[in-house]
């Protein structure tokens, strides 16, 4: 079955201090992963998305996130972190059943606090 | 400016007593979804709609309805509300069916049943 695993239900970080989140996934197909952020009384907005192609990443507010297949991984980085990136973070995998459903499966999520 | 809308943010409500949470999308997106978040759990899928009239089951669709009507709304349906149904509801929609379409996501409802 699928699923994602976050190891870090909590992460305390400097600010200006670099930050590595971590995630992996299990999935019998080729996934589709995504990287969420919640801040506090927010919705999920989306970070980034991997489908194929270069396997690191790009996406907003400084983030990036390397795929590694051989790891089953999707870790989530930012090489120097702001106050305002203080939030819960959720890895997500797509999961396509024949095109009957695009379900994300969701890990439980890292809350990420930044100290001063 | 797009993007899905919920109501309301918070309720707080009655065992046995039905309730809606409305969702709403002005991008016209064909797929909606519904998911609950709960601590330790992440967010699991309840009810999807592919499009208007045509629904189905997620993963935790015990006690929930969901109709699609129009294109645009989702609302989600507790016919008798129970206390383990407390959680953090969230409504999503996406323009096309598949997993490479990203999913945007409503403020979220907060839910508590006493």
């Known amino acids: 079955a699928q699923s994602v695993t976050q190891p870090d239900i909590h992460i305390t970080v400097s600010e200006g201090a670099s930050l590595e989140l971590r995630c992996n996934y299990s999935?019998?197909?080729?996934?589709?992963l995504f990287w969420y952020v919640q801040s506090p009384g927010q919705g999920l907005q989306l970070l980034l998305k991997y489908f194929s192609g270069d396997t690191l990443v790009q996406g907003i507010k400084g983030f990036e996130a390397e795929f590694k297949r051989s790891q089953s991984s999707f870790n989530l980085r930012k090489p120097s972190v702001h106050w305002s990136d203080a939030a819960e973070y959720f890895c997500?995998?797509?999961?396509?059943?024949?095109?009957?459903?695009?379900?994300?499966?969701f890990g439980t999520g890292t809350l990420l606090a930044v100290q001063p | 400016e797009a993007q899905v809308t919920q109501n309301p943010r918070y309720l707080i409500t009655v065992t046995g007593k039905k309730l809606t949470v409305t969702c709403s999308q002005n991008?016209?997106?064909?797929?909606m979804s519904w998911y609950r978040q709960d601590p330790g759990l992440g967010l699991r899928q309840i009810y999807y709609s592919m499009n208007v009239e045509v629904t189905d089951k997620g993963d935790v669709p015990e006690g929930y309805k969901v109709s699609r009507k129009e294109k645009r709304n989702f609302p989600l349906i507790l016919e008798s509300p129970s206390p383990n149904q407390t959680s953090l509801y969230f409504c999503a929609s996406s323009f096309v069916l598949g997993s490479t379409d990203t999913q945007y996501f409503g403020p979220g409802t907060r839910l508590t049943v006493l």
């Open positions: 999935y019998g197909a080729t996934p589709y």
């Open positions: 997500a995998v797509g999961a396509n059943y024949g095109g009957a459903t695009n379900k994300l499966i």
């Open positions: 991008m016209n997106h064909e797929y």
